[in-house]
């Protein structure tokens, strides 16, 4: 049995659901000794802005268990670095590029996106409204589904390219995020990107990270991403998805994709081994063939849930 | 080019309860590492530790006729302290040789350096001995530590340099001269000792006191840094530290040996 592994995200068409995830990849290149560039559904780039950004000051990053937290800042080349020195030799070598952008205004979002215009290099943009490592920006537009209205439409009307909005789990109610995102113009959403934490070193009462709080990531978070994928799943049935959080193993993305989610992004999986996205591909295959799927789409949004009864007093 | 590979075990040796060599079947990384390269080893395949951990590649040896790569370690958490129990045979992920190494390539024979090491920040330094011992270069041993079991590897270091040409200092006066290591280089130098280069690695305390001899004697220095880092190869951005030119830069990529003039020690 050969297995069907292409995906659809709206006009976002990928070979394979494994993509990997921003700020978990740097702009590719560097896993170009460790993997198969052009093997991978897609990779997401690190979050580029108008200008370069040279981060937050050390402590950055602790390990948790599970997982870990990070505060980087949003370190980056910069737009017009990247489409000058990473875009072409990531074209050369066959990767399906998600250009992940961010800015601490619309006027900033609006701004990467028109650097970027047309550039066929490009499949799509991703819209990070959600780093919760920055002062200004961020996460400010995903907490408030008013101002991602207002930021996506602005970055609607400004480009062609496919639109994915990659949203916070730090809200009350991730179906509202997702609405106000697709009801302003995307084609597609990421969820989820990191959960807002604490580590602190006690024997000197500071925390570990020198932001204080830092960006949960790692397997600590995938029960989390599941519930996410899966309730956006659930209200919005035709929005494809990429879901994302703590995925390390071909199990673990299968679990999303029965979760709701079209595809994948694997990321601080990443750091831990730099092949494992271009592994993963192969084993999704035979694990598909393993059990009798003969389409990966097959597989999206197949949960099978009881119903919910009210608690009995008795 | 770095290689992500699977390493066997092949020996642990304790030297005492906070200090121990890892020796793991040397693979394709072996032939590639040059003096102050380092390796991100991943430490079981658990959840915690979660993370690789970086460490020195301290040298490229036998054991037992076999290739070896081997770490010397200092238990320091979860990540040093399970890499500790290992059986022989055990596979580890291991990425590397990893980081800029140290500048040796421009050295003549006539050369004479220094090699400055605090307490564990002998690691790197161990394969710098050996390889200055087969270029016929002349390098003199500062080491440092709290006490005795602090200085490891004596006999190594005074193997390839020469006993003659080993120093060492210890904050109880238990091996060496009591005080500290950067007291002994400054010494050396105040007697008239000229380096064309001083390698070193150890803790910052030690760092930013010998940034500063370095400067005083205006004597170029190669420092091999230790950073917390997730990655180890420029991609997580976790590993930086505050440089003389206002960048962070990561210590995996750009490091791990610098000039100590490159960093702002003020703000590291």
């Given at each position: 049995m050969s297995v069907d592994l292409s995906t659809a995200l709206g006009r976002l068409r990928l070979k394979n659901p494994i993509a990997t995830a921003s700020g978990t990849f740097g702009y590719g290149l560097e896993f170009a000794d460790y993997l198969d560039l052009a093997s991978l559904g897609a990779i997401s780039v690190k979050g580029l802005s108008r200008r370069e950004c040279r981060g937050n000051p050390p402590p950055r990053i602790c390990e948790t268990d599970a997982g870990m937290l990070n505060a980087i800042g949003l370190q980056n080349v910069g737009v017009d670095a990247f489409m000058a020195e990473k875009l072409p030799e990531l074209a050369r070598l066959g990767a399906t590029v998600i250009a992940n952008v961010w800015g601490d205004t619309e006027e900033d979002y609006v701004a990467v996106v028109e650097r970027i215009g047309?550039?066929?290099?490009?499949?799509a943009i991703e819209v990070n409204?959600?780093?919760?490592?920055?002062?200004?920006g961020g996460m400010i537009f995903g907490n408030n589904p008013e101002a991602l209205a207002a930021l996506v439409k602005r970055i609607r009307s400004a480009t062609r390219q496919p639109l994915v909005v990659k949203l916070s789990p730090n809200v009350t109610d991730i179906v509202a995020s997702a609405r106000a995102a697709v009801d302003a113009g995307a084609d597609a959403l990421s969820l989820i990107n990191t959960v807002v934490g604490l580590a602190i070193d006690l024997e000197r009462r500071e925390p570990k990270i020198g932001f204080t709080t830092g960006g949960l990531s790692g397997p600590a978070i995938r029960p989390i991403a599941l519930r996410m994928v899966w309730e956006v799943r659930t209200a919005l049935p035709k929005i494809p998805i990429f879901g994302m959080g703590g995925i390390e193993t071909v199990e673990h993305v299968a679990e999303f994709l029965v979760a709701g989610a079209n595809a994948v992004q694997i990321g601080t999986a990443n750091f831990r081994d730099p092949s494992v996205a271009g592994r993963l591909v192969g084993e999704l295959a035979a694990w598909c063939e393993s059990h009798g799927v003969a389409r990966v789409s097959d597989l999206v949004g197949t949960l099978r849930t009881r119903p919910r009864e009210d608690h009995a007093f008795v | 080019m770095a290689v992500n590979e699977s390493l066997r075990v092949l020996k642990t040796i304790h030297y005492d309860e906070q200090h121990y060599s890892l020796f793991l079947s040397a693979g394709a990384i072996g032939a590639r590492t040059k003096p102050g390269h380092f390796a991100m080893i991943q430490v079981g395949e658990g959840l915690r530790p979660y993370l690789r951990r970086a460490f020195s590649i301290a040298d490229v040896t036998k054991v037992a006729g076999v290739p070896a790569l081997e770490f010397v370690v200092k238990i320091a958490g979860v990540g040093t302290a399970a890499l500790a129990r290992f059986a022989e045979g055990t596979p580890l992920g291991v990425l590397g040789p990893l980081g800029v190494p140290f500048p040796i390539d421009d050295l003549l024979p006539s050369d004479r350096v220094a090699v400055v090491a605090g307490g564990i920040g002998l690691a790197p330094l161990v394969l710098l001995a050996r390889t200055f011992a087969a270029r016929g270069i002349a390098a003199d041993l500062f080491y440092g530590g709290r006490n005795e079991n602090d200085v490891l590897k004596r006999g190594d270091f005074e193997r390839f340099l020469g006993p003659h040409r080993c120093r060492y200092a210890t904050d109880d006066g238990?091996?060496?001269?009591?005080?500290?290591v950067t007291d002994l280089l400054a010494q050396a130098l105040q007697g008239g000792a000229r380096y064309r280069r001083v390698y070193a690695c150890g803790p910052v305390p030690m760092f930013r006191t010998l940034a500063r001899v370095l400067r005083d004697a205006d004597l170029e220095g190669s420092f091999a840094m230790e950073s917390e880092m997730a990655c180890g190869f420029g991609v997580c951005l976790g590993c930086v530290v505050p440089m003389a030119d206002g960048r962070f830069a990561t210590i995996c990529k750009e490091g791990p040996c610098v000039p100590p003039t490159a960093i702002d020690w003020a703000r590291l």
């Open positions: 047309d550039d066929r290099r490009v499949a409204v959600s780093c919760p490592n920055v002062v200004r | 238990s091996l060496g001269r009591k005080g500290r």
